[in-house]
């Protein structure tokens, strides 16, 4: 058991890069832009990421890269990754995967049970103890997908939208929208938007605002109920495809908006998942991605207990300088 683990978070809003030597000491860790391939292509994708390793400093010897990246969902994009990874010549070892699987492995040492990532986007997987998968290309509207903020902040608007101009019920989410945004009314939005002089993706920064207004506001809370809805119906397909299984099953929830443990939608989530008469037991884990993909490459490496408890340790203290910095 030697060599160090590149451990990469590459989401859509930002990158996580840890190096993590085999008995699970963090060796570095950098924090940059996003590094998804849909965003970026795959080559831009990583030649970000080649950015962060060379700012961490000379690694040495790598044996596992472990990579989580957004937006590789389908078998041939895992295997198009790897190859081009494996291209650069970062390690001895190269393992890629969606954040989903890394949530999954913070979470829970069992190596199987269900993920739900929910923070830009949404997605979910499920392993089962017999090695059965679960999966969803997290595509958005073309595979049925809604939730995530960027799907809350875009719905925020269709209904400030309404509200303006009367079609729908009257909701502070036309207030805050436009402020947010520094504009007079949801029709100079729609405006800005049509004329690209603002970005649809800046919709994602809305999410918070709806978090904020749904205690008081019942086309907020109506969105909430809907994101616990999604979240619940993940679970469950997820449970369906990897059951029956031989006892309860760690569901594990993550994503900046799950993280931020909002009553209603984690009470609506509780009370779907309930509702689904399965043993199971729920946790929102605070830990982000790259602590899951340096669990994996630690496994992948067979290391010791104390290994995996040490860059938790390490890991996560670490992450909240990143974070708050």
Not at 67 to 86: C, K, N, Y
Not at 102 to 123: E, K, P, S
Not at 249 to 255: E, F, K, N, S, T
Request: glycine share 12%; proline share 6%.
């Amino acid at each position: 058991m030697t060599g160090t683990i590149l451990a990469v978070d590459g989401g859509n809003a930002k990158t996580d890069l840890a190096l993590v030597s085999a008995d699970g000491a963090v060796l570095a860790l950098v924090r940059g832009p996003g590094s998804s391939p849909h965003e970026h292509g795959l080559d831009g994708a990583l030649d970000r990421i080649e950015a962060l390793l060379t700012e961490a400093g000379p690694p040495g010897e790598l044996a596992i890269a472990d990579l989580s990246l957004a937006g590789v969902d389908f078998p041939h994009e895992v295997e198009t990754a790897r190859r081009h990874i494996e291209a650069r010549g970062w390690a001895r070892r190269v393992e890629v995967g969606n954040d989903t699987h890394a949530l999954l492995r913070a979470g829970t040492d069992r190596g199987w049970g269900v993920a739900v990532v929910c923070g830009a986007g949404i997605n979910c997987t499920g392993v089962g103890p017999d090695g059965r998968e679960a999966r969803f290309p997290a595509l958005g509207d073309i595979t049925g997908d809604w939730g995530g903020g960027y799907d809350l902040g875009l719905a925020a608007v269709f209904a400030a939208a309404r509200s303006e101009d009367g079609r729908g019920p009257r909701t502070a989410l036309q207030q805050t929208v436009a402020a947010h945004f520094g504009v007079a009314s949801l029709l100079a939005l729609a405006e800005a938007v049509h004329l690209d002089q603002l970005s649809k993706r800046r919709f994602v920064e809305l999410a918070p605002l709806v978090l904020a207004e749904a205690p008081q506001d019942p086309v907020a809370a109506g969105l909430i109920d809907r994101l616990a809805g999604e979240i619940v119906s993940f679970v469950r397909v997820a449970l369906e495809r990897i059951g029956p299984l031989p006892e309860p099953a760690d569901v594990v929830l993550g994503g900046g908006i799950l993280r931020a443990r909002h009553p209603q939608l984690l009470s609506g989530v509780e009370a779907g998942l309930a509702e689904l008469r399965v043993p199971l037991t729920t946790r929102v884990v605070d830990a982000p991605p790259v602590v899951g993909a340096a669990l994996l490459g630690l496994d992948r490496l067979g290391a010791p207990d104390s290994a995996r408890d040490r860059v938790r340790r390490e890991l996560a203290p670490e992450m909240a300088e990143v974070s708050h910095g």
